[in-house]
Structures are given as C-alpha cells and as structure tokens.
C-alpha cells in the first residue's frame, strides 16, 4: 500500500488512462446493476476529464434492465446531485449528448415528448447553455417524490 507504486489489478488500468478511456473494472452490466448511479458518474468522468467512453458502457446503458434499476434504486436527490456536479464543468452540453447516446436521458427527465429528437433538430447558437437551461428546468423534479414501479 505504502510502496509508492499503482496496483493494477485489472491489468487495463493504467493504458486506459494513457488512452484516456472510462471503462468499468468489471462487466459494465455487472458494475451497473450493482449500482446503476456509476452509470452517471462514468459520463461525468468522461466529460470532466475529456477522456472518451468504453463501448460497453453504451451497450449496458441501453438494457432496459439498467434504466429500470436507474430508476428503483437511485433517488431522484441523488441523481439531481450527479445532475449539479456535470453541470459544474465546462462540457455540460457532451454529458448530455453521452446520456442522449446511451438512451436514458429521457427517462431520467421525464419530459413529454422526444427530448432526443428536440435536442438534435433545434439550432442552438450554445447546446452548452441550452444544457443547463434544460437541467434547470428539471431541478424542481427533484425533490418531488415518484412512483416506484416494480
């Protein structure tokens, strides 16, 4: 622990930070129903960092299985909390396009309509600004409590 060294237990660890790649130490599905809120974390990350996203992130975001247990087992506070720390950095307007990409950003708004569709069809001078303002729109969502579905 104190020998001044980086122990590399996935043997991956240290060229992907060279590469500049988030890729989960686990299966990315494995890592995610365990804790679907890394799946957040992974993209703000990603974003802060300017670092890209391992496929396999994207291919487990899209099973319907980690949307579903995005929405059961992390609260709307804790999400809203992800939400406030992307929203932190300078690239607001990618974290946003990553979780457009993924397929969850509509289920985590909640929004009527095609949120996706809005997104990539308007002509915005700042997709950044656009971003925060989209996100301080949902910020009274927050703290209001949802239905759980089982």
């Given at each position: ?5 980086v ?5 991956r660890g240290?060229?992907?930070l060279?590469?500049r790649l988030?890729r989960t130490?686990?299966?990315a599905?494995e890592t995610?129903?365990?804790d679907?809120?890394?799946?957040l974390r ?16 994207f291919e487990a ?9 995005l929405?059961i087992k992390?609260s709307?506070e804790?999400?809203?909390?992800e ?7 300078r ?5 946003l ?11 985590l708004?909640h929004i009527?309509g ?10 915005l001078?700042?997709?950044?600004e656009?971003?925060r303002?989209?996100f ?5 969502e927050?703290?209001k ?6």
């Amino acid at each position: 622990m104190n020998t001044g060294t980086v122990e590399d237990f996935t043997m991956r660890g240290i060229s992907d930070l060279h590469d500049r790649l988030v890729r989960t130490p686990l299966p990315a599905i494995e890592t995610f129903r365990e804790d679907p809120l890394r799946l957040l974390r992974a993209v703000r990350f990603a974003t802060r960092f300017d670092c890209s996203i391992d496929p396999s992130i994207f291919e487990a975001a899209r099973i319907p299985e980690i949307e579903h247990f995005l929405s059961i087992k992390v609260s709307r506070e804790r999400i809203g909390i992800e939400f406030l720390k992307m929203a932190q950095f300078r690239h607001f307007d990618r974290a946003l396009h990553e979780l457009s990409n993924m397929a969850i950003l509509n289920s985590l708004f909640h929004i009527e309509g095609d949120l996706t569709f809005y997104m990539k069809n308007q002509k915005l001078r700042s997709m950044e600004e656009f971003g925060r303002q989209l996100f301080l729109c949902w910020v009274p969502e927050v703290g209001k409590r949802r239905k759980r579905e089982m």
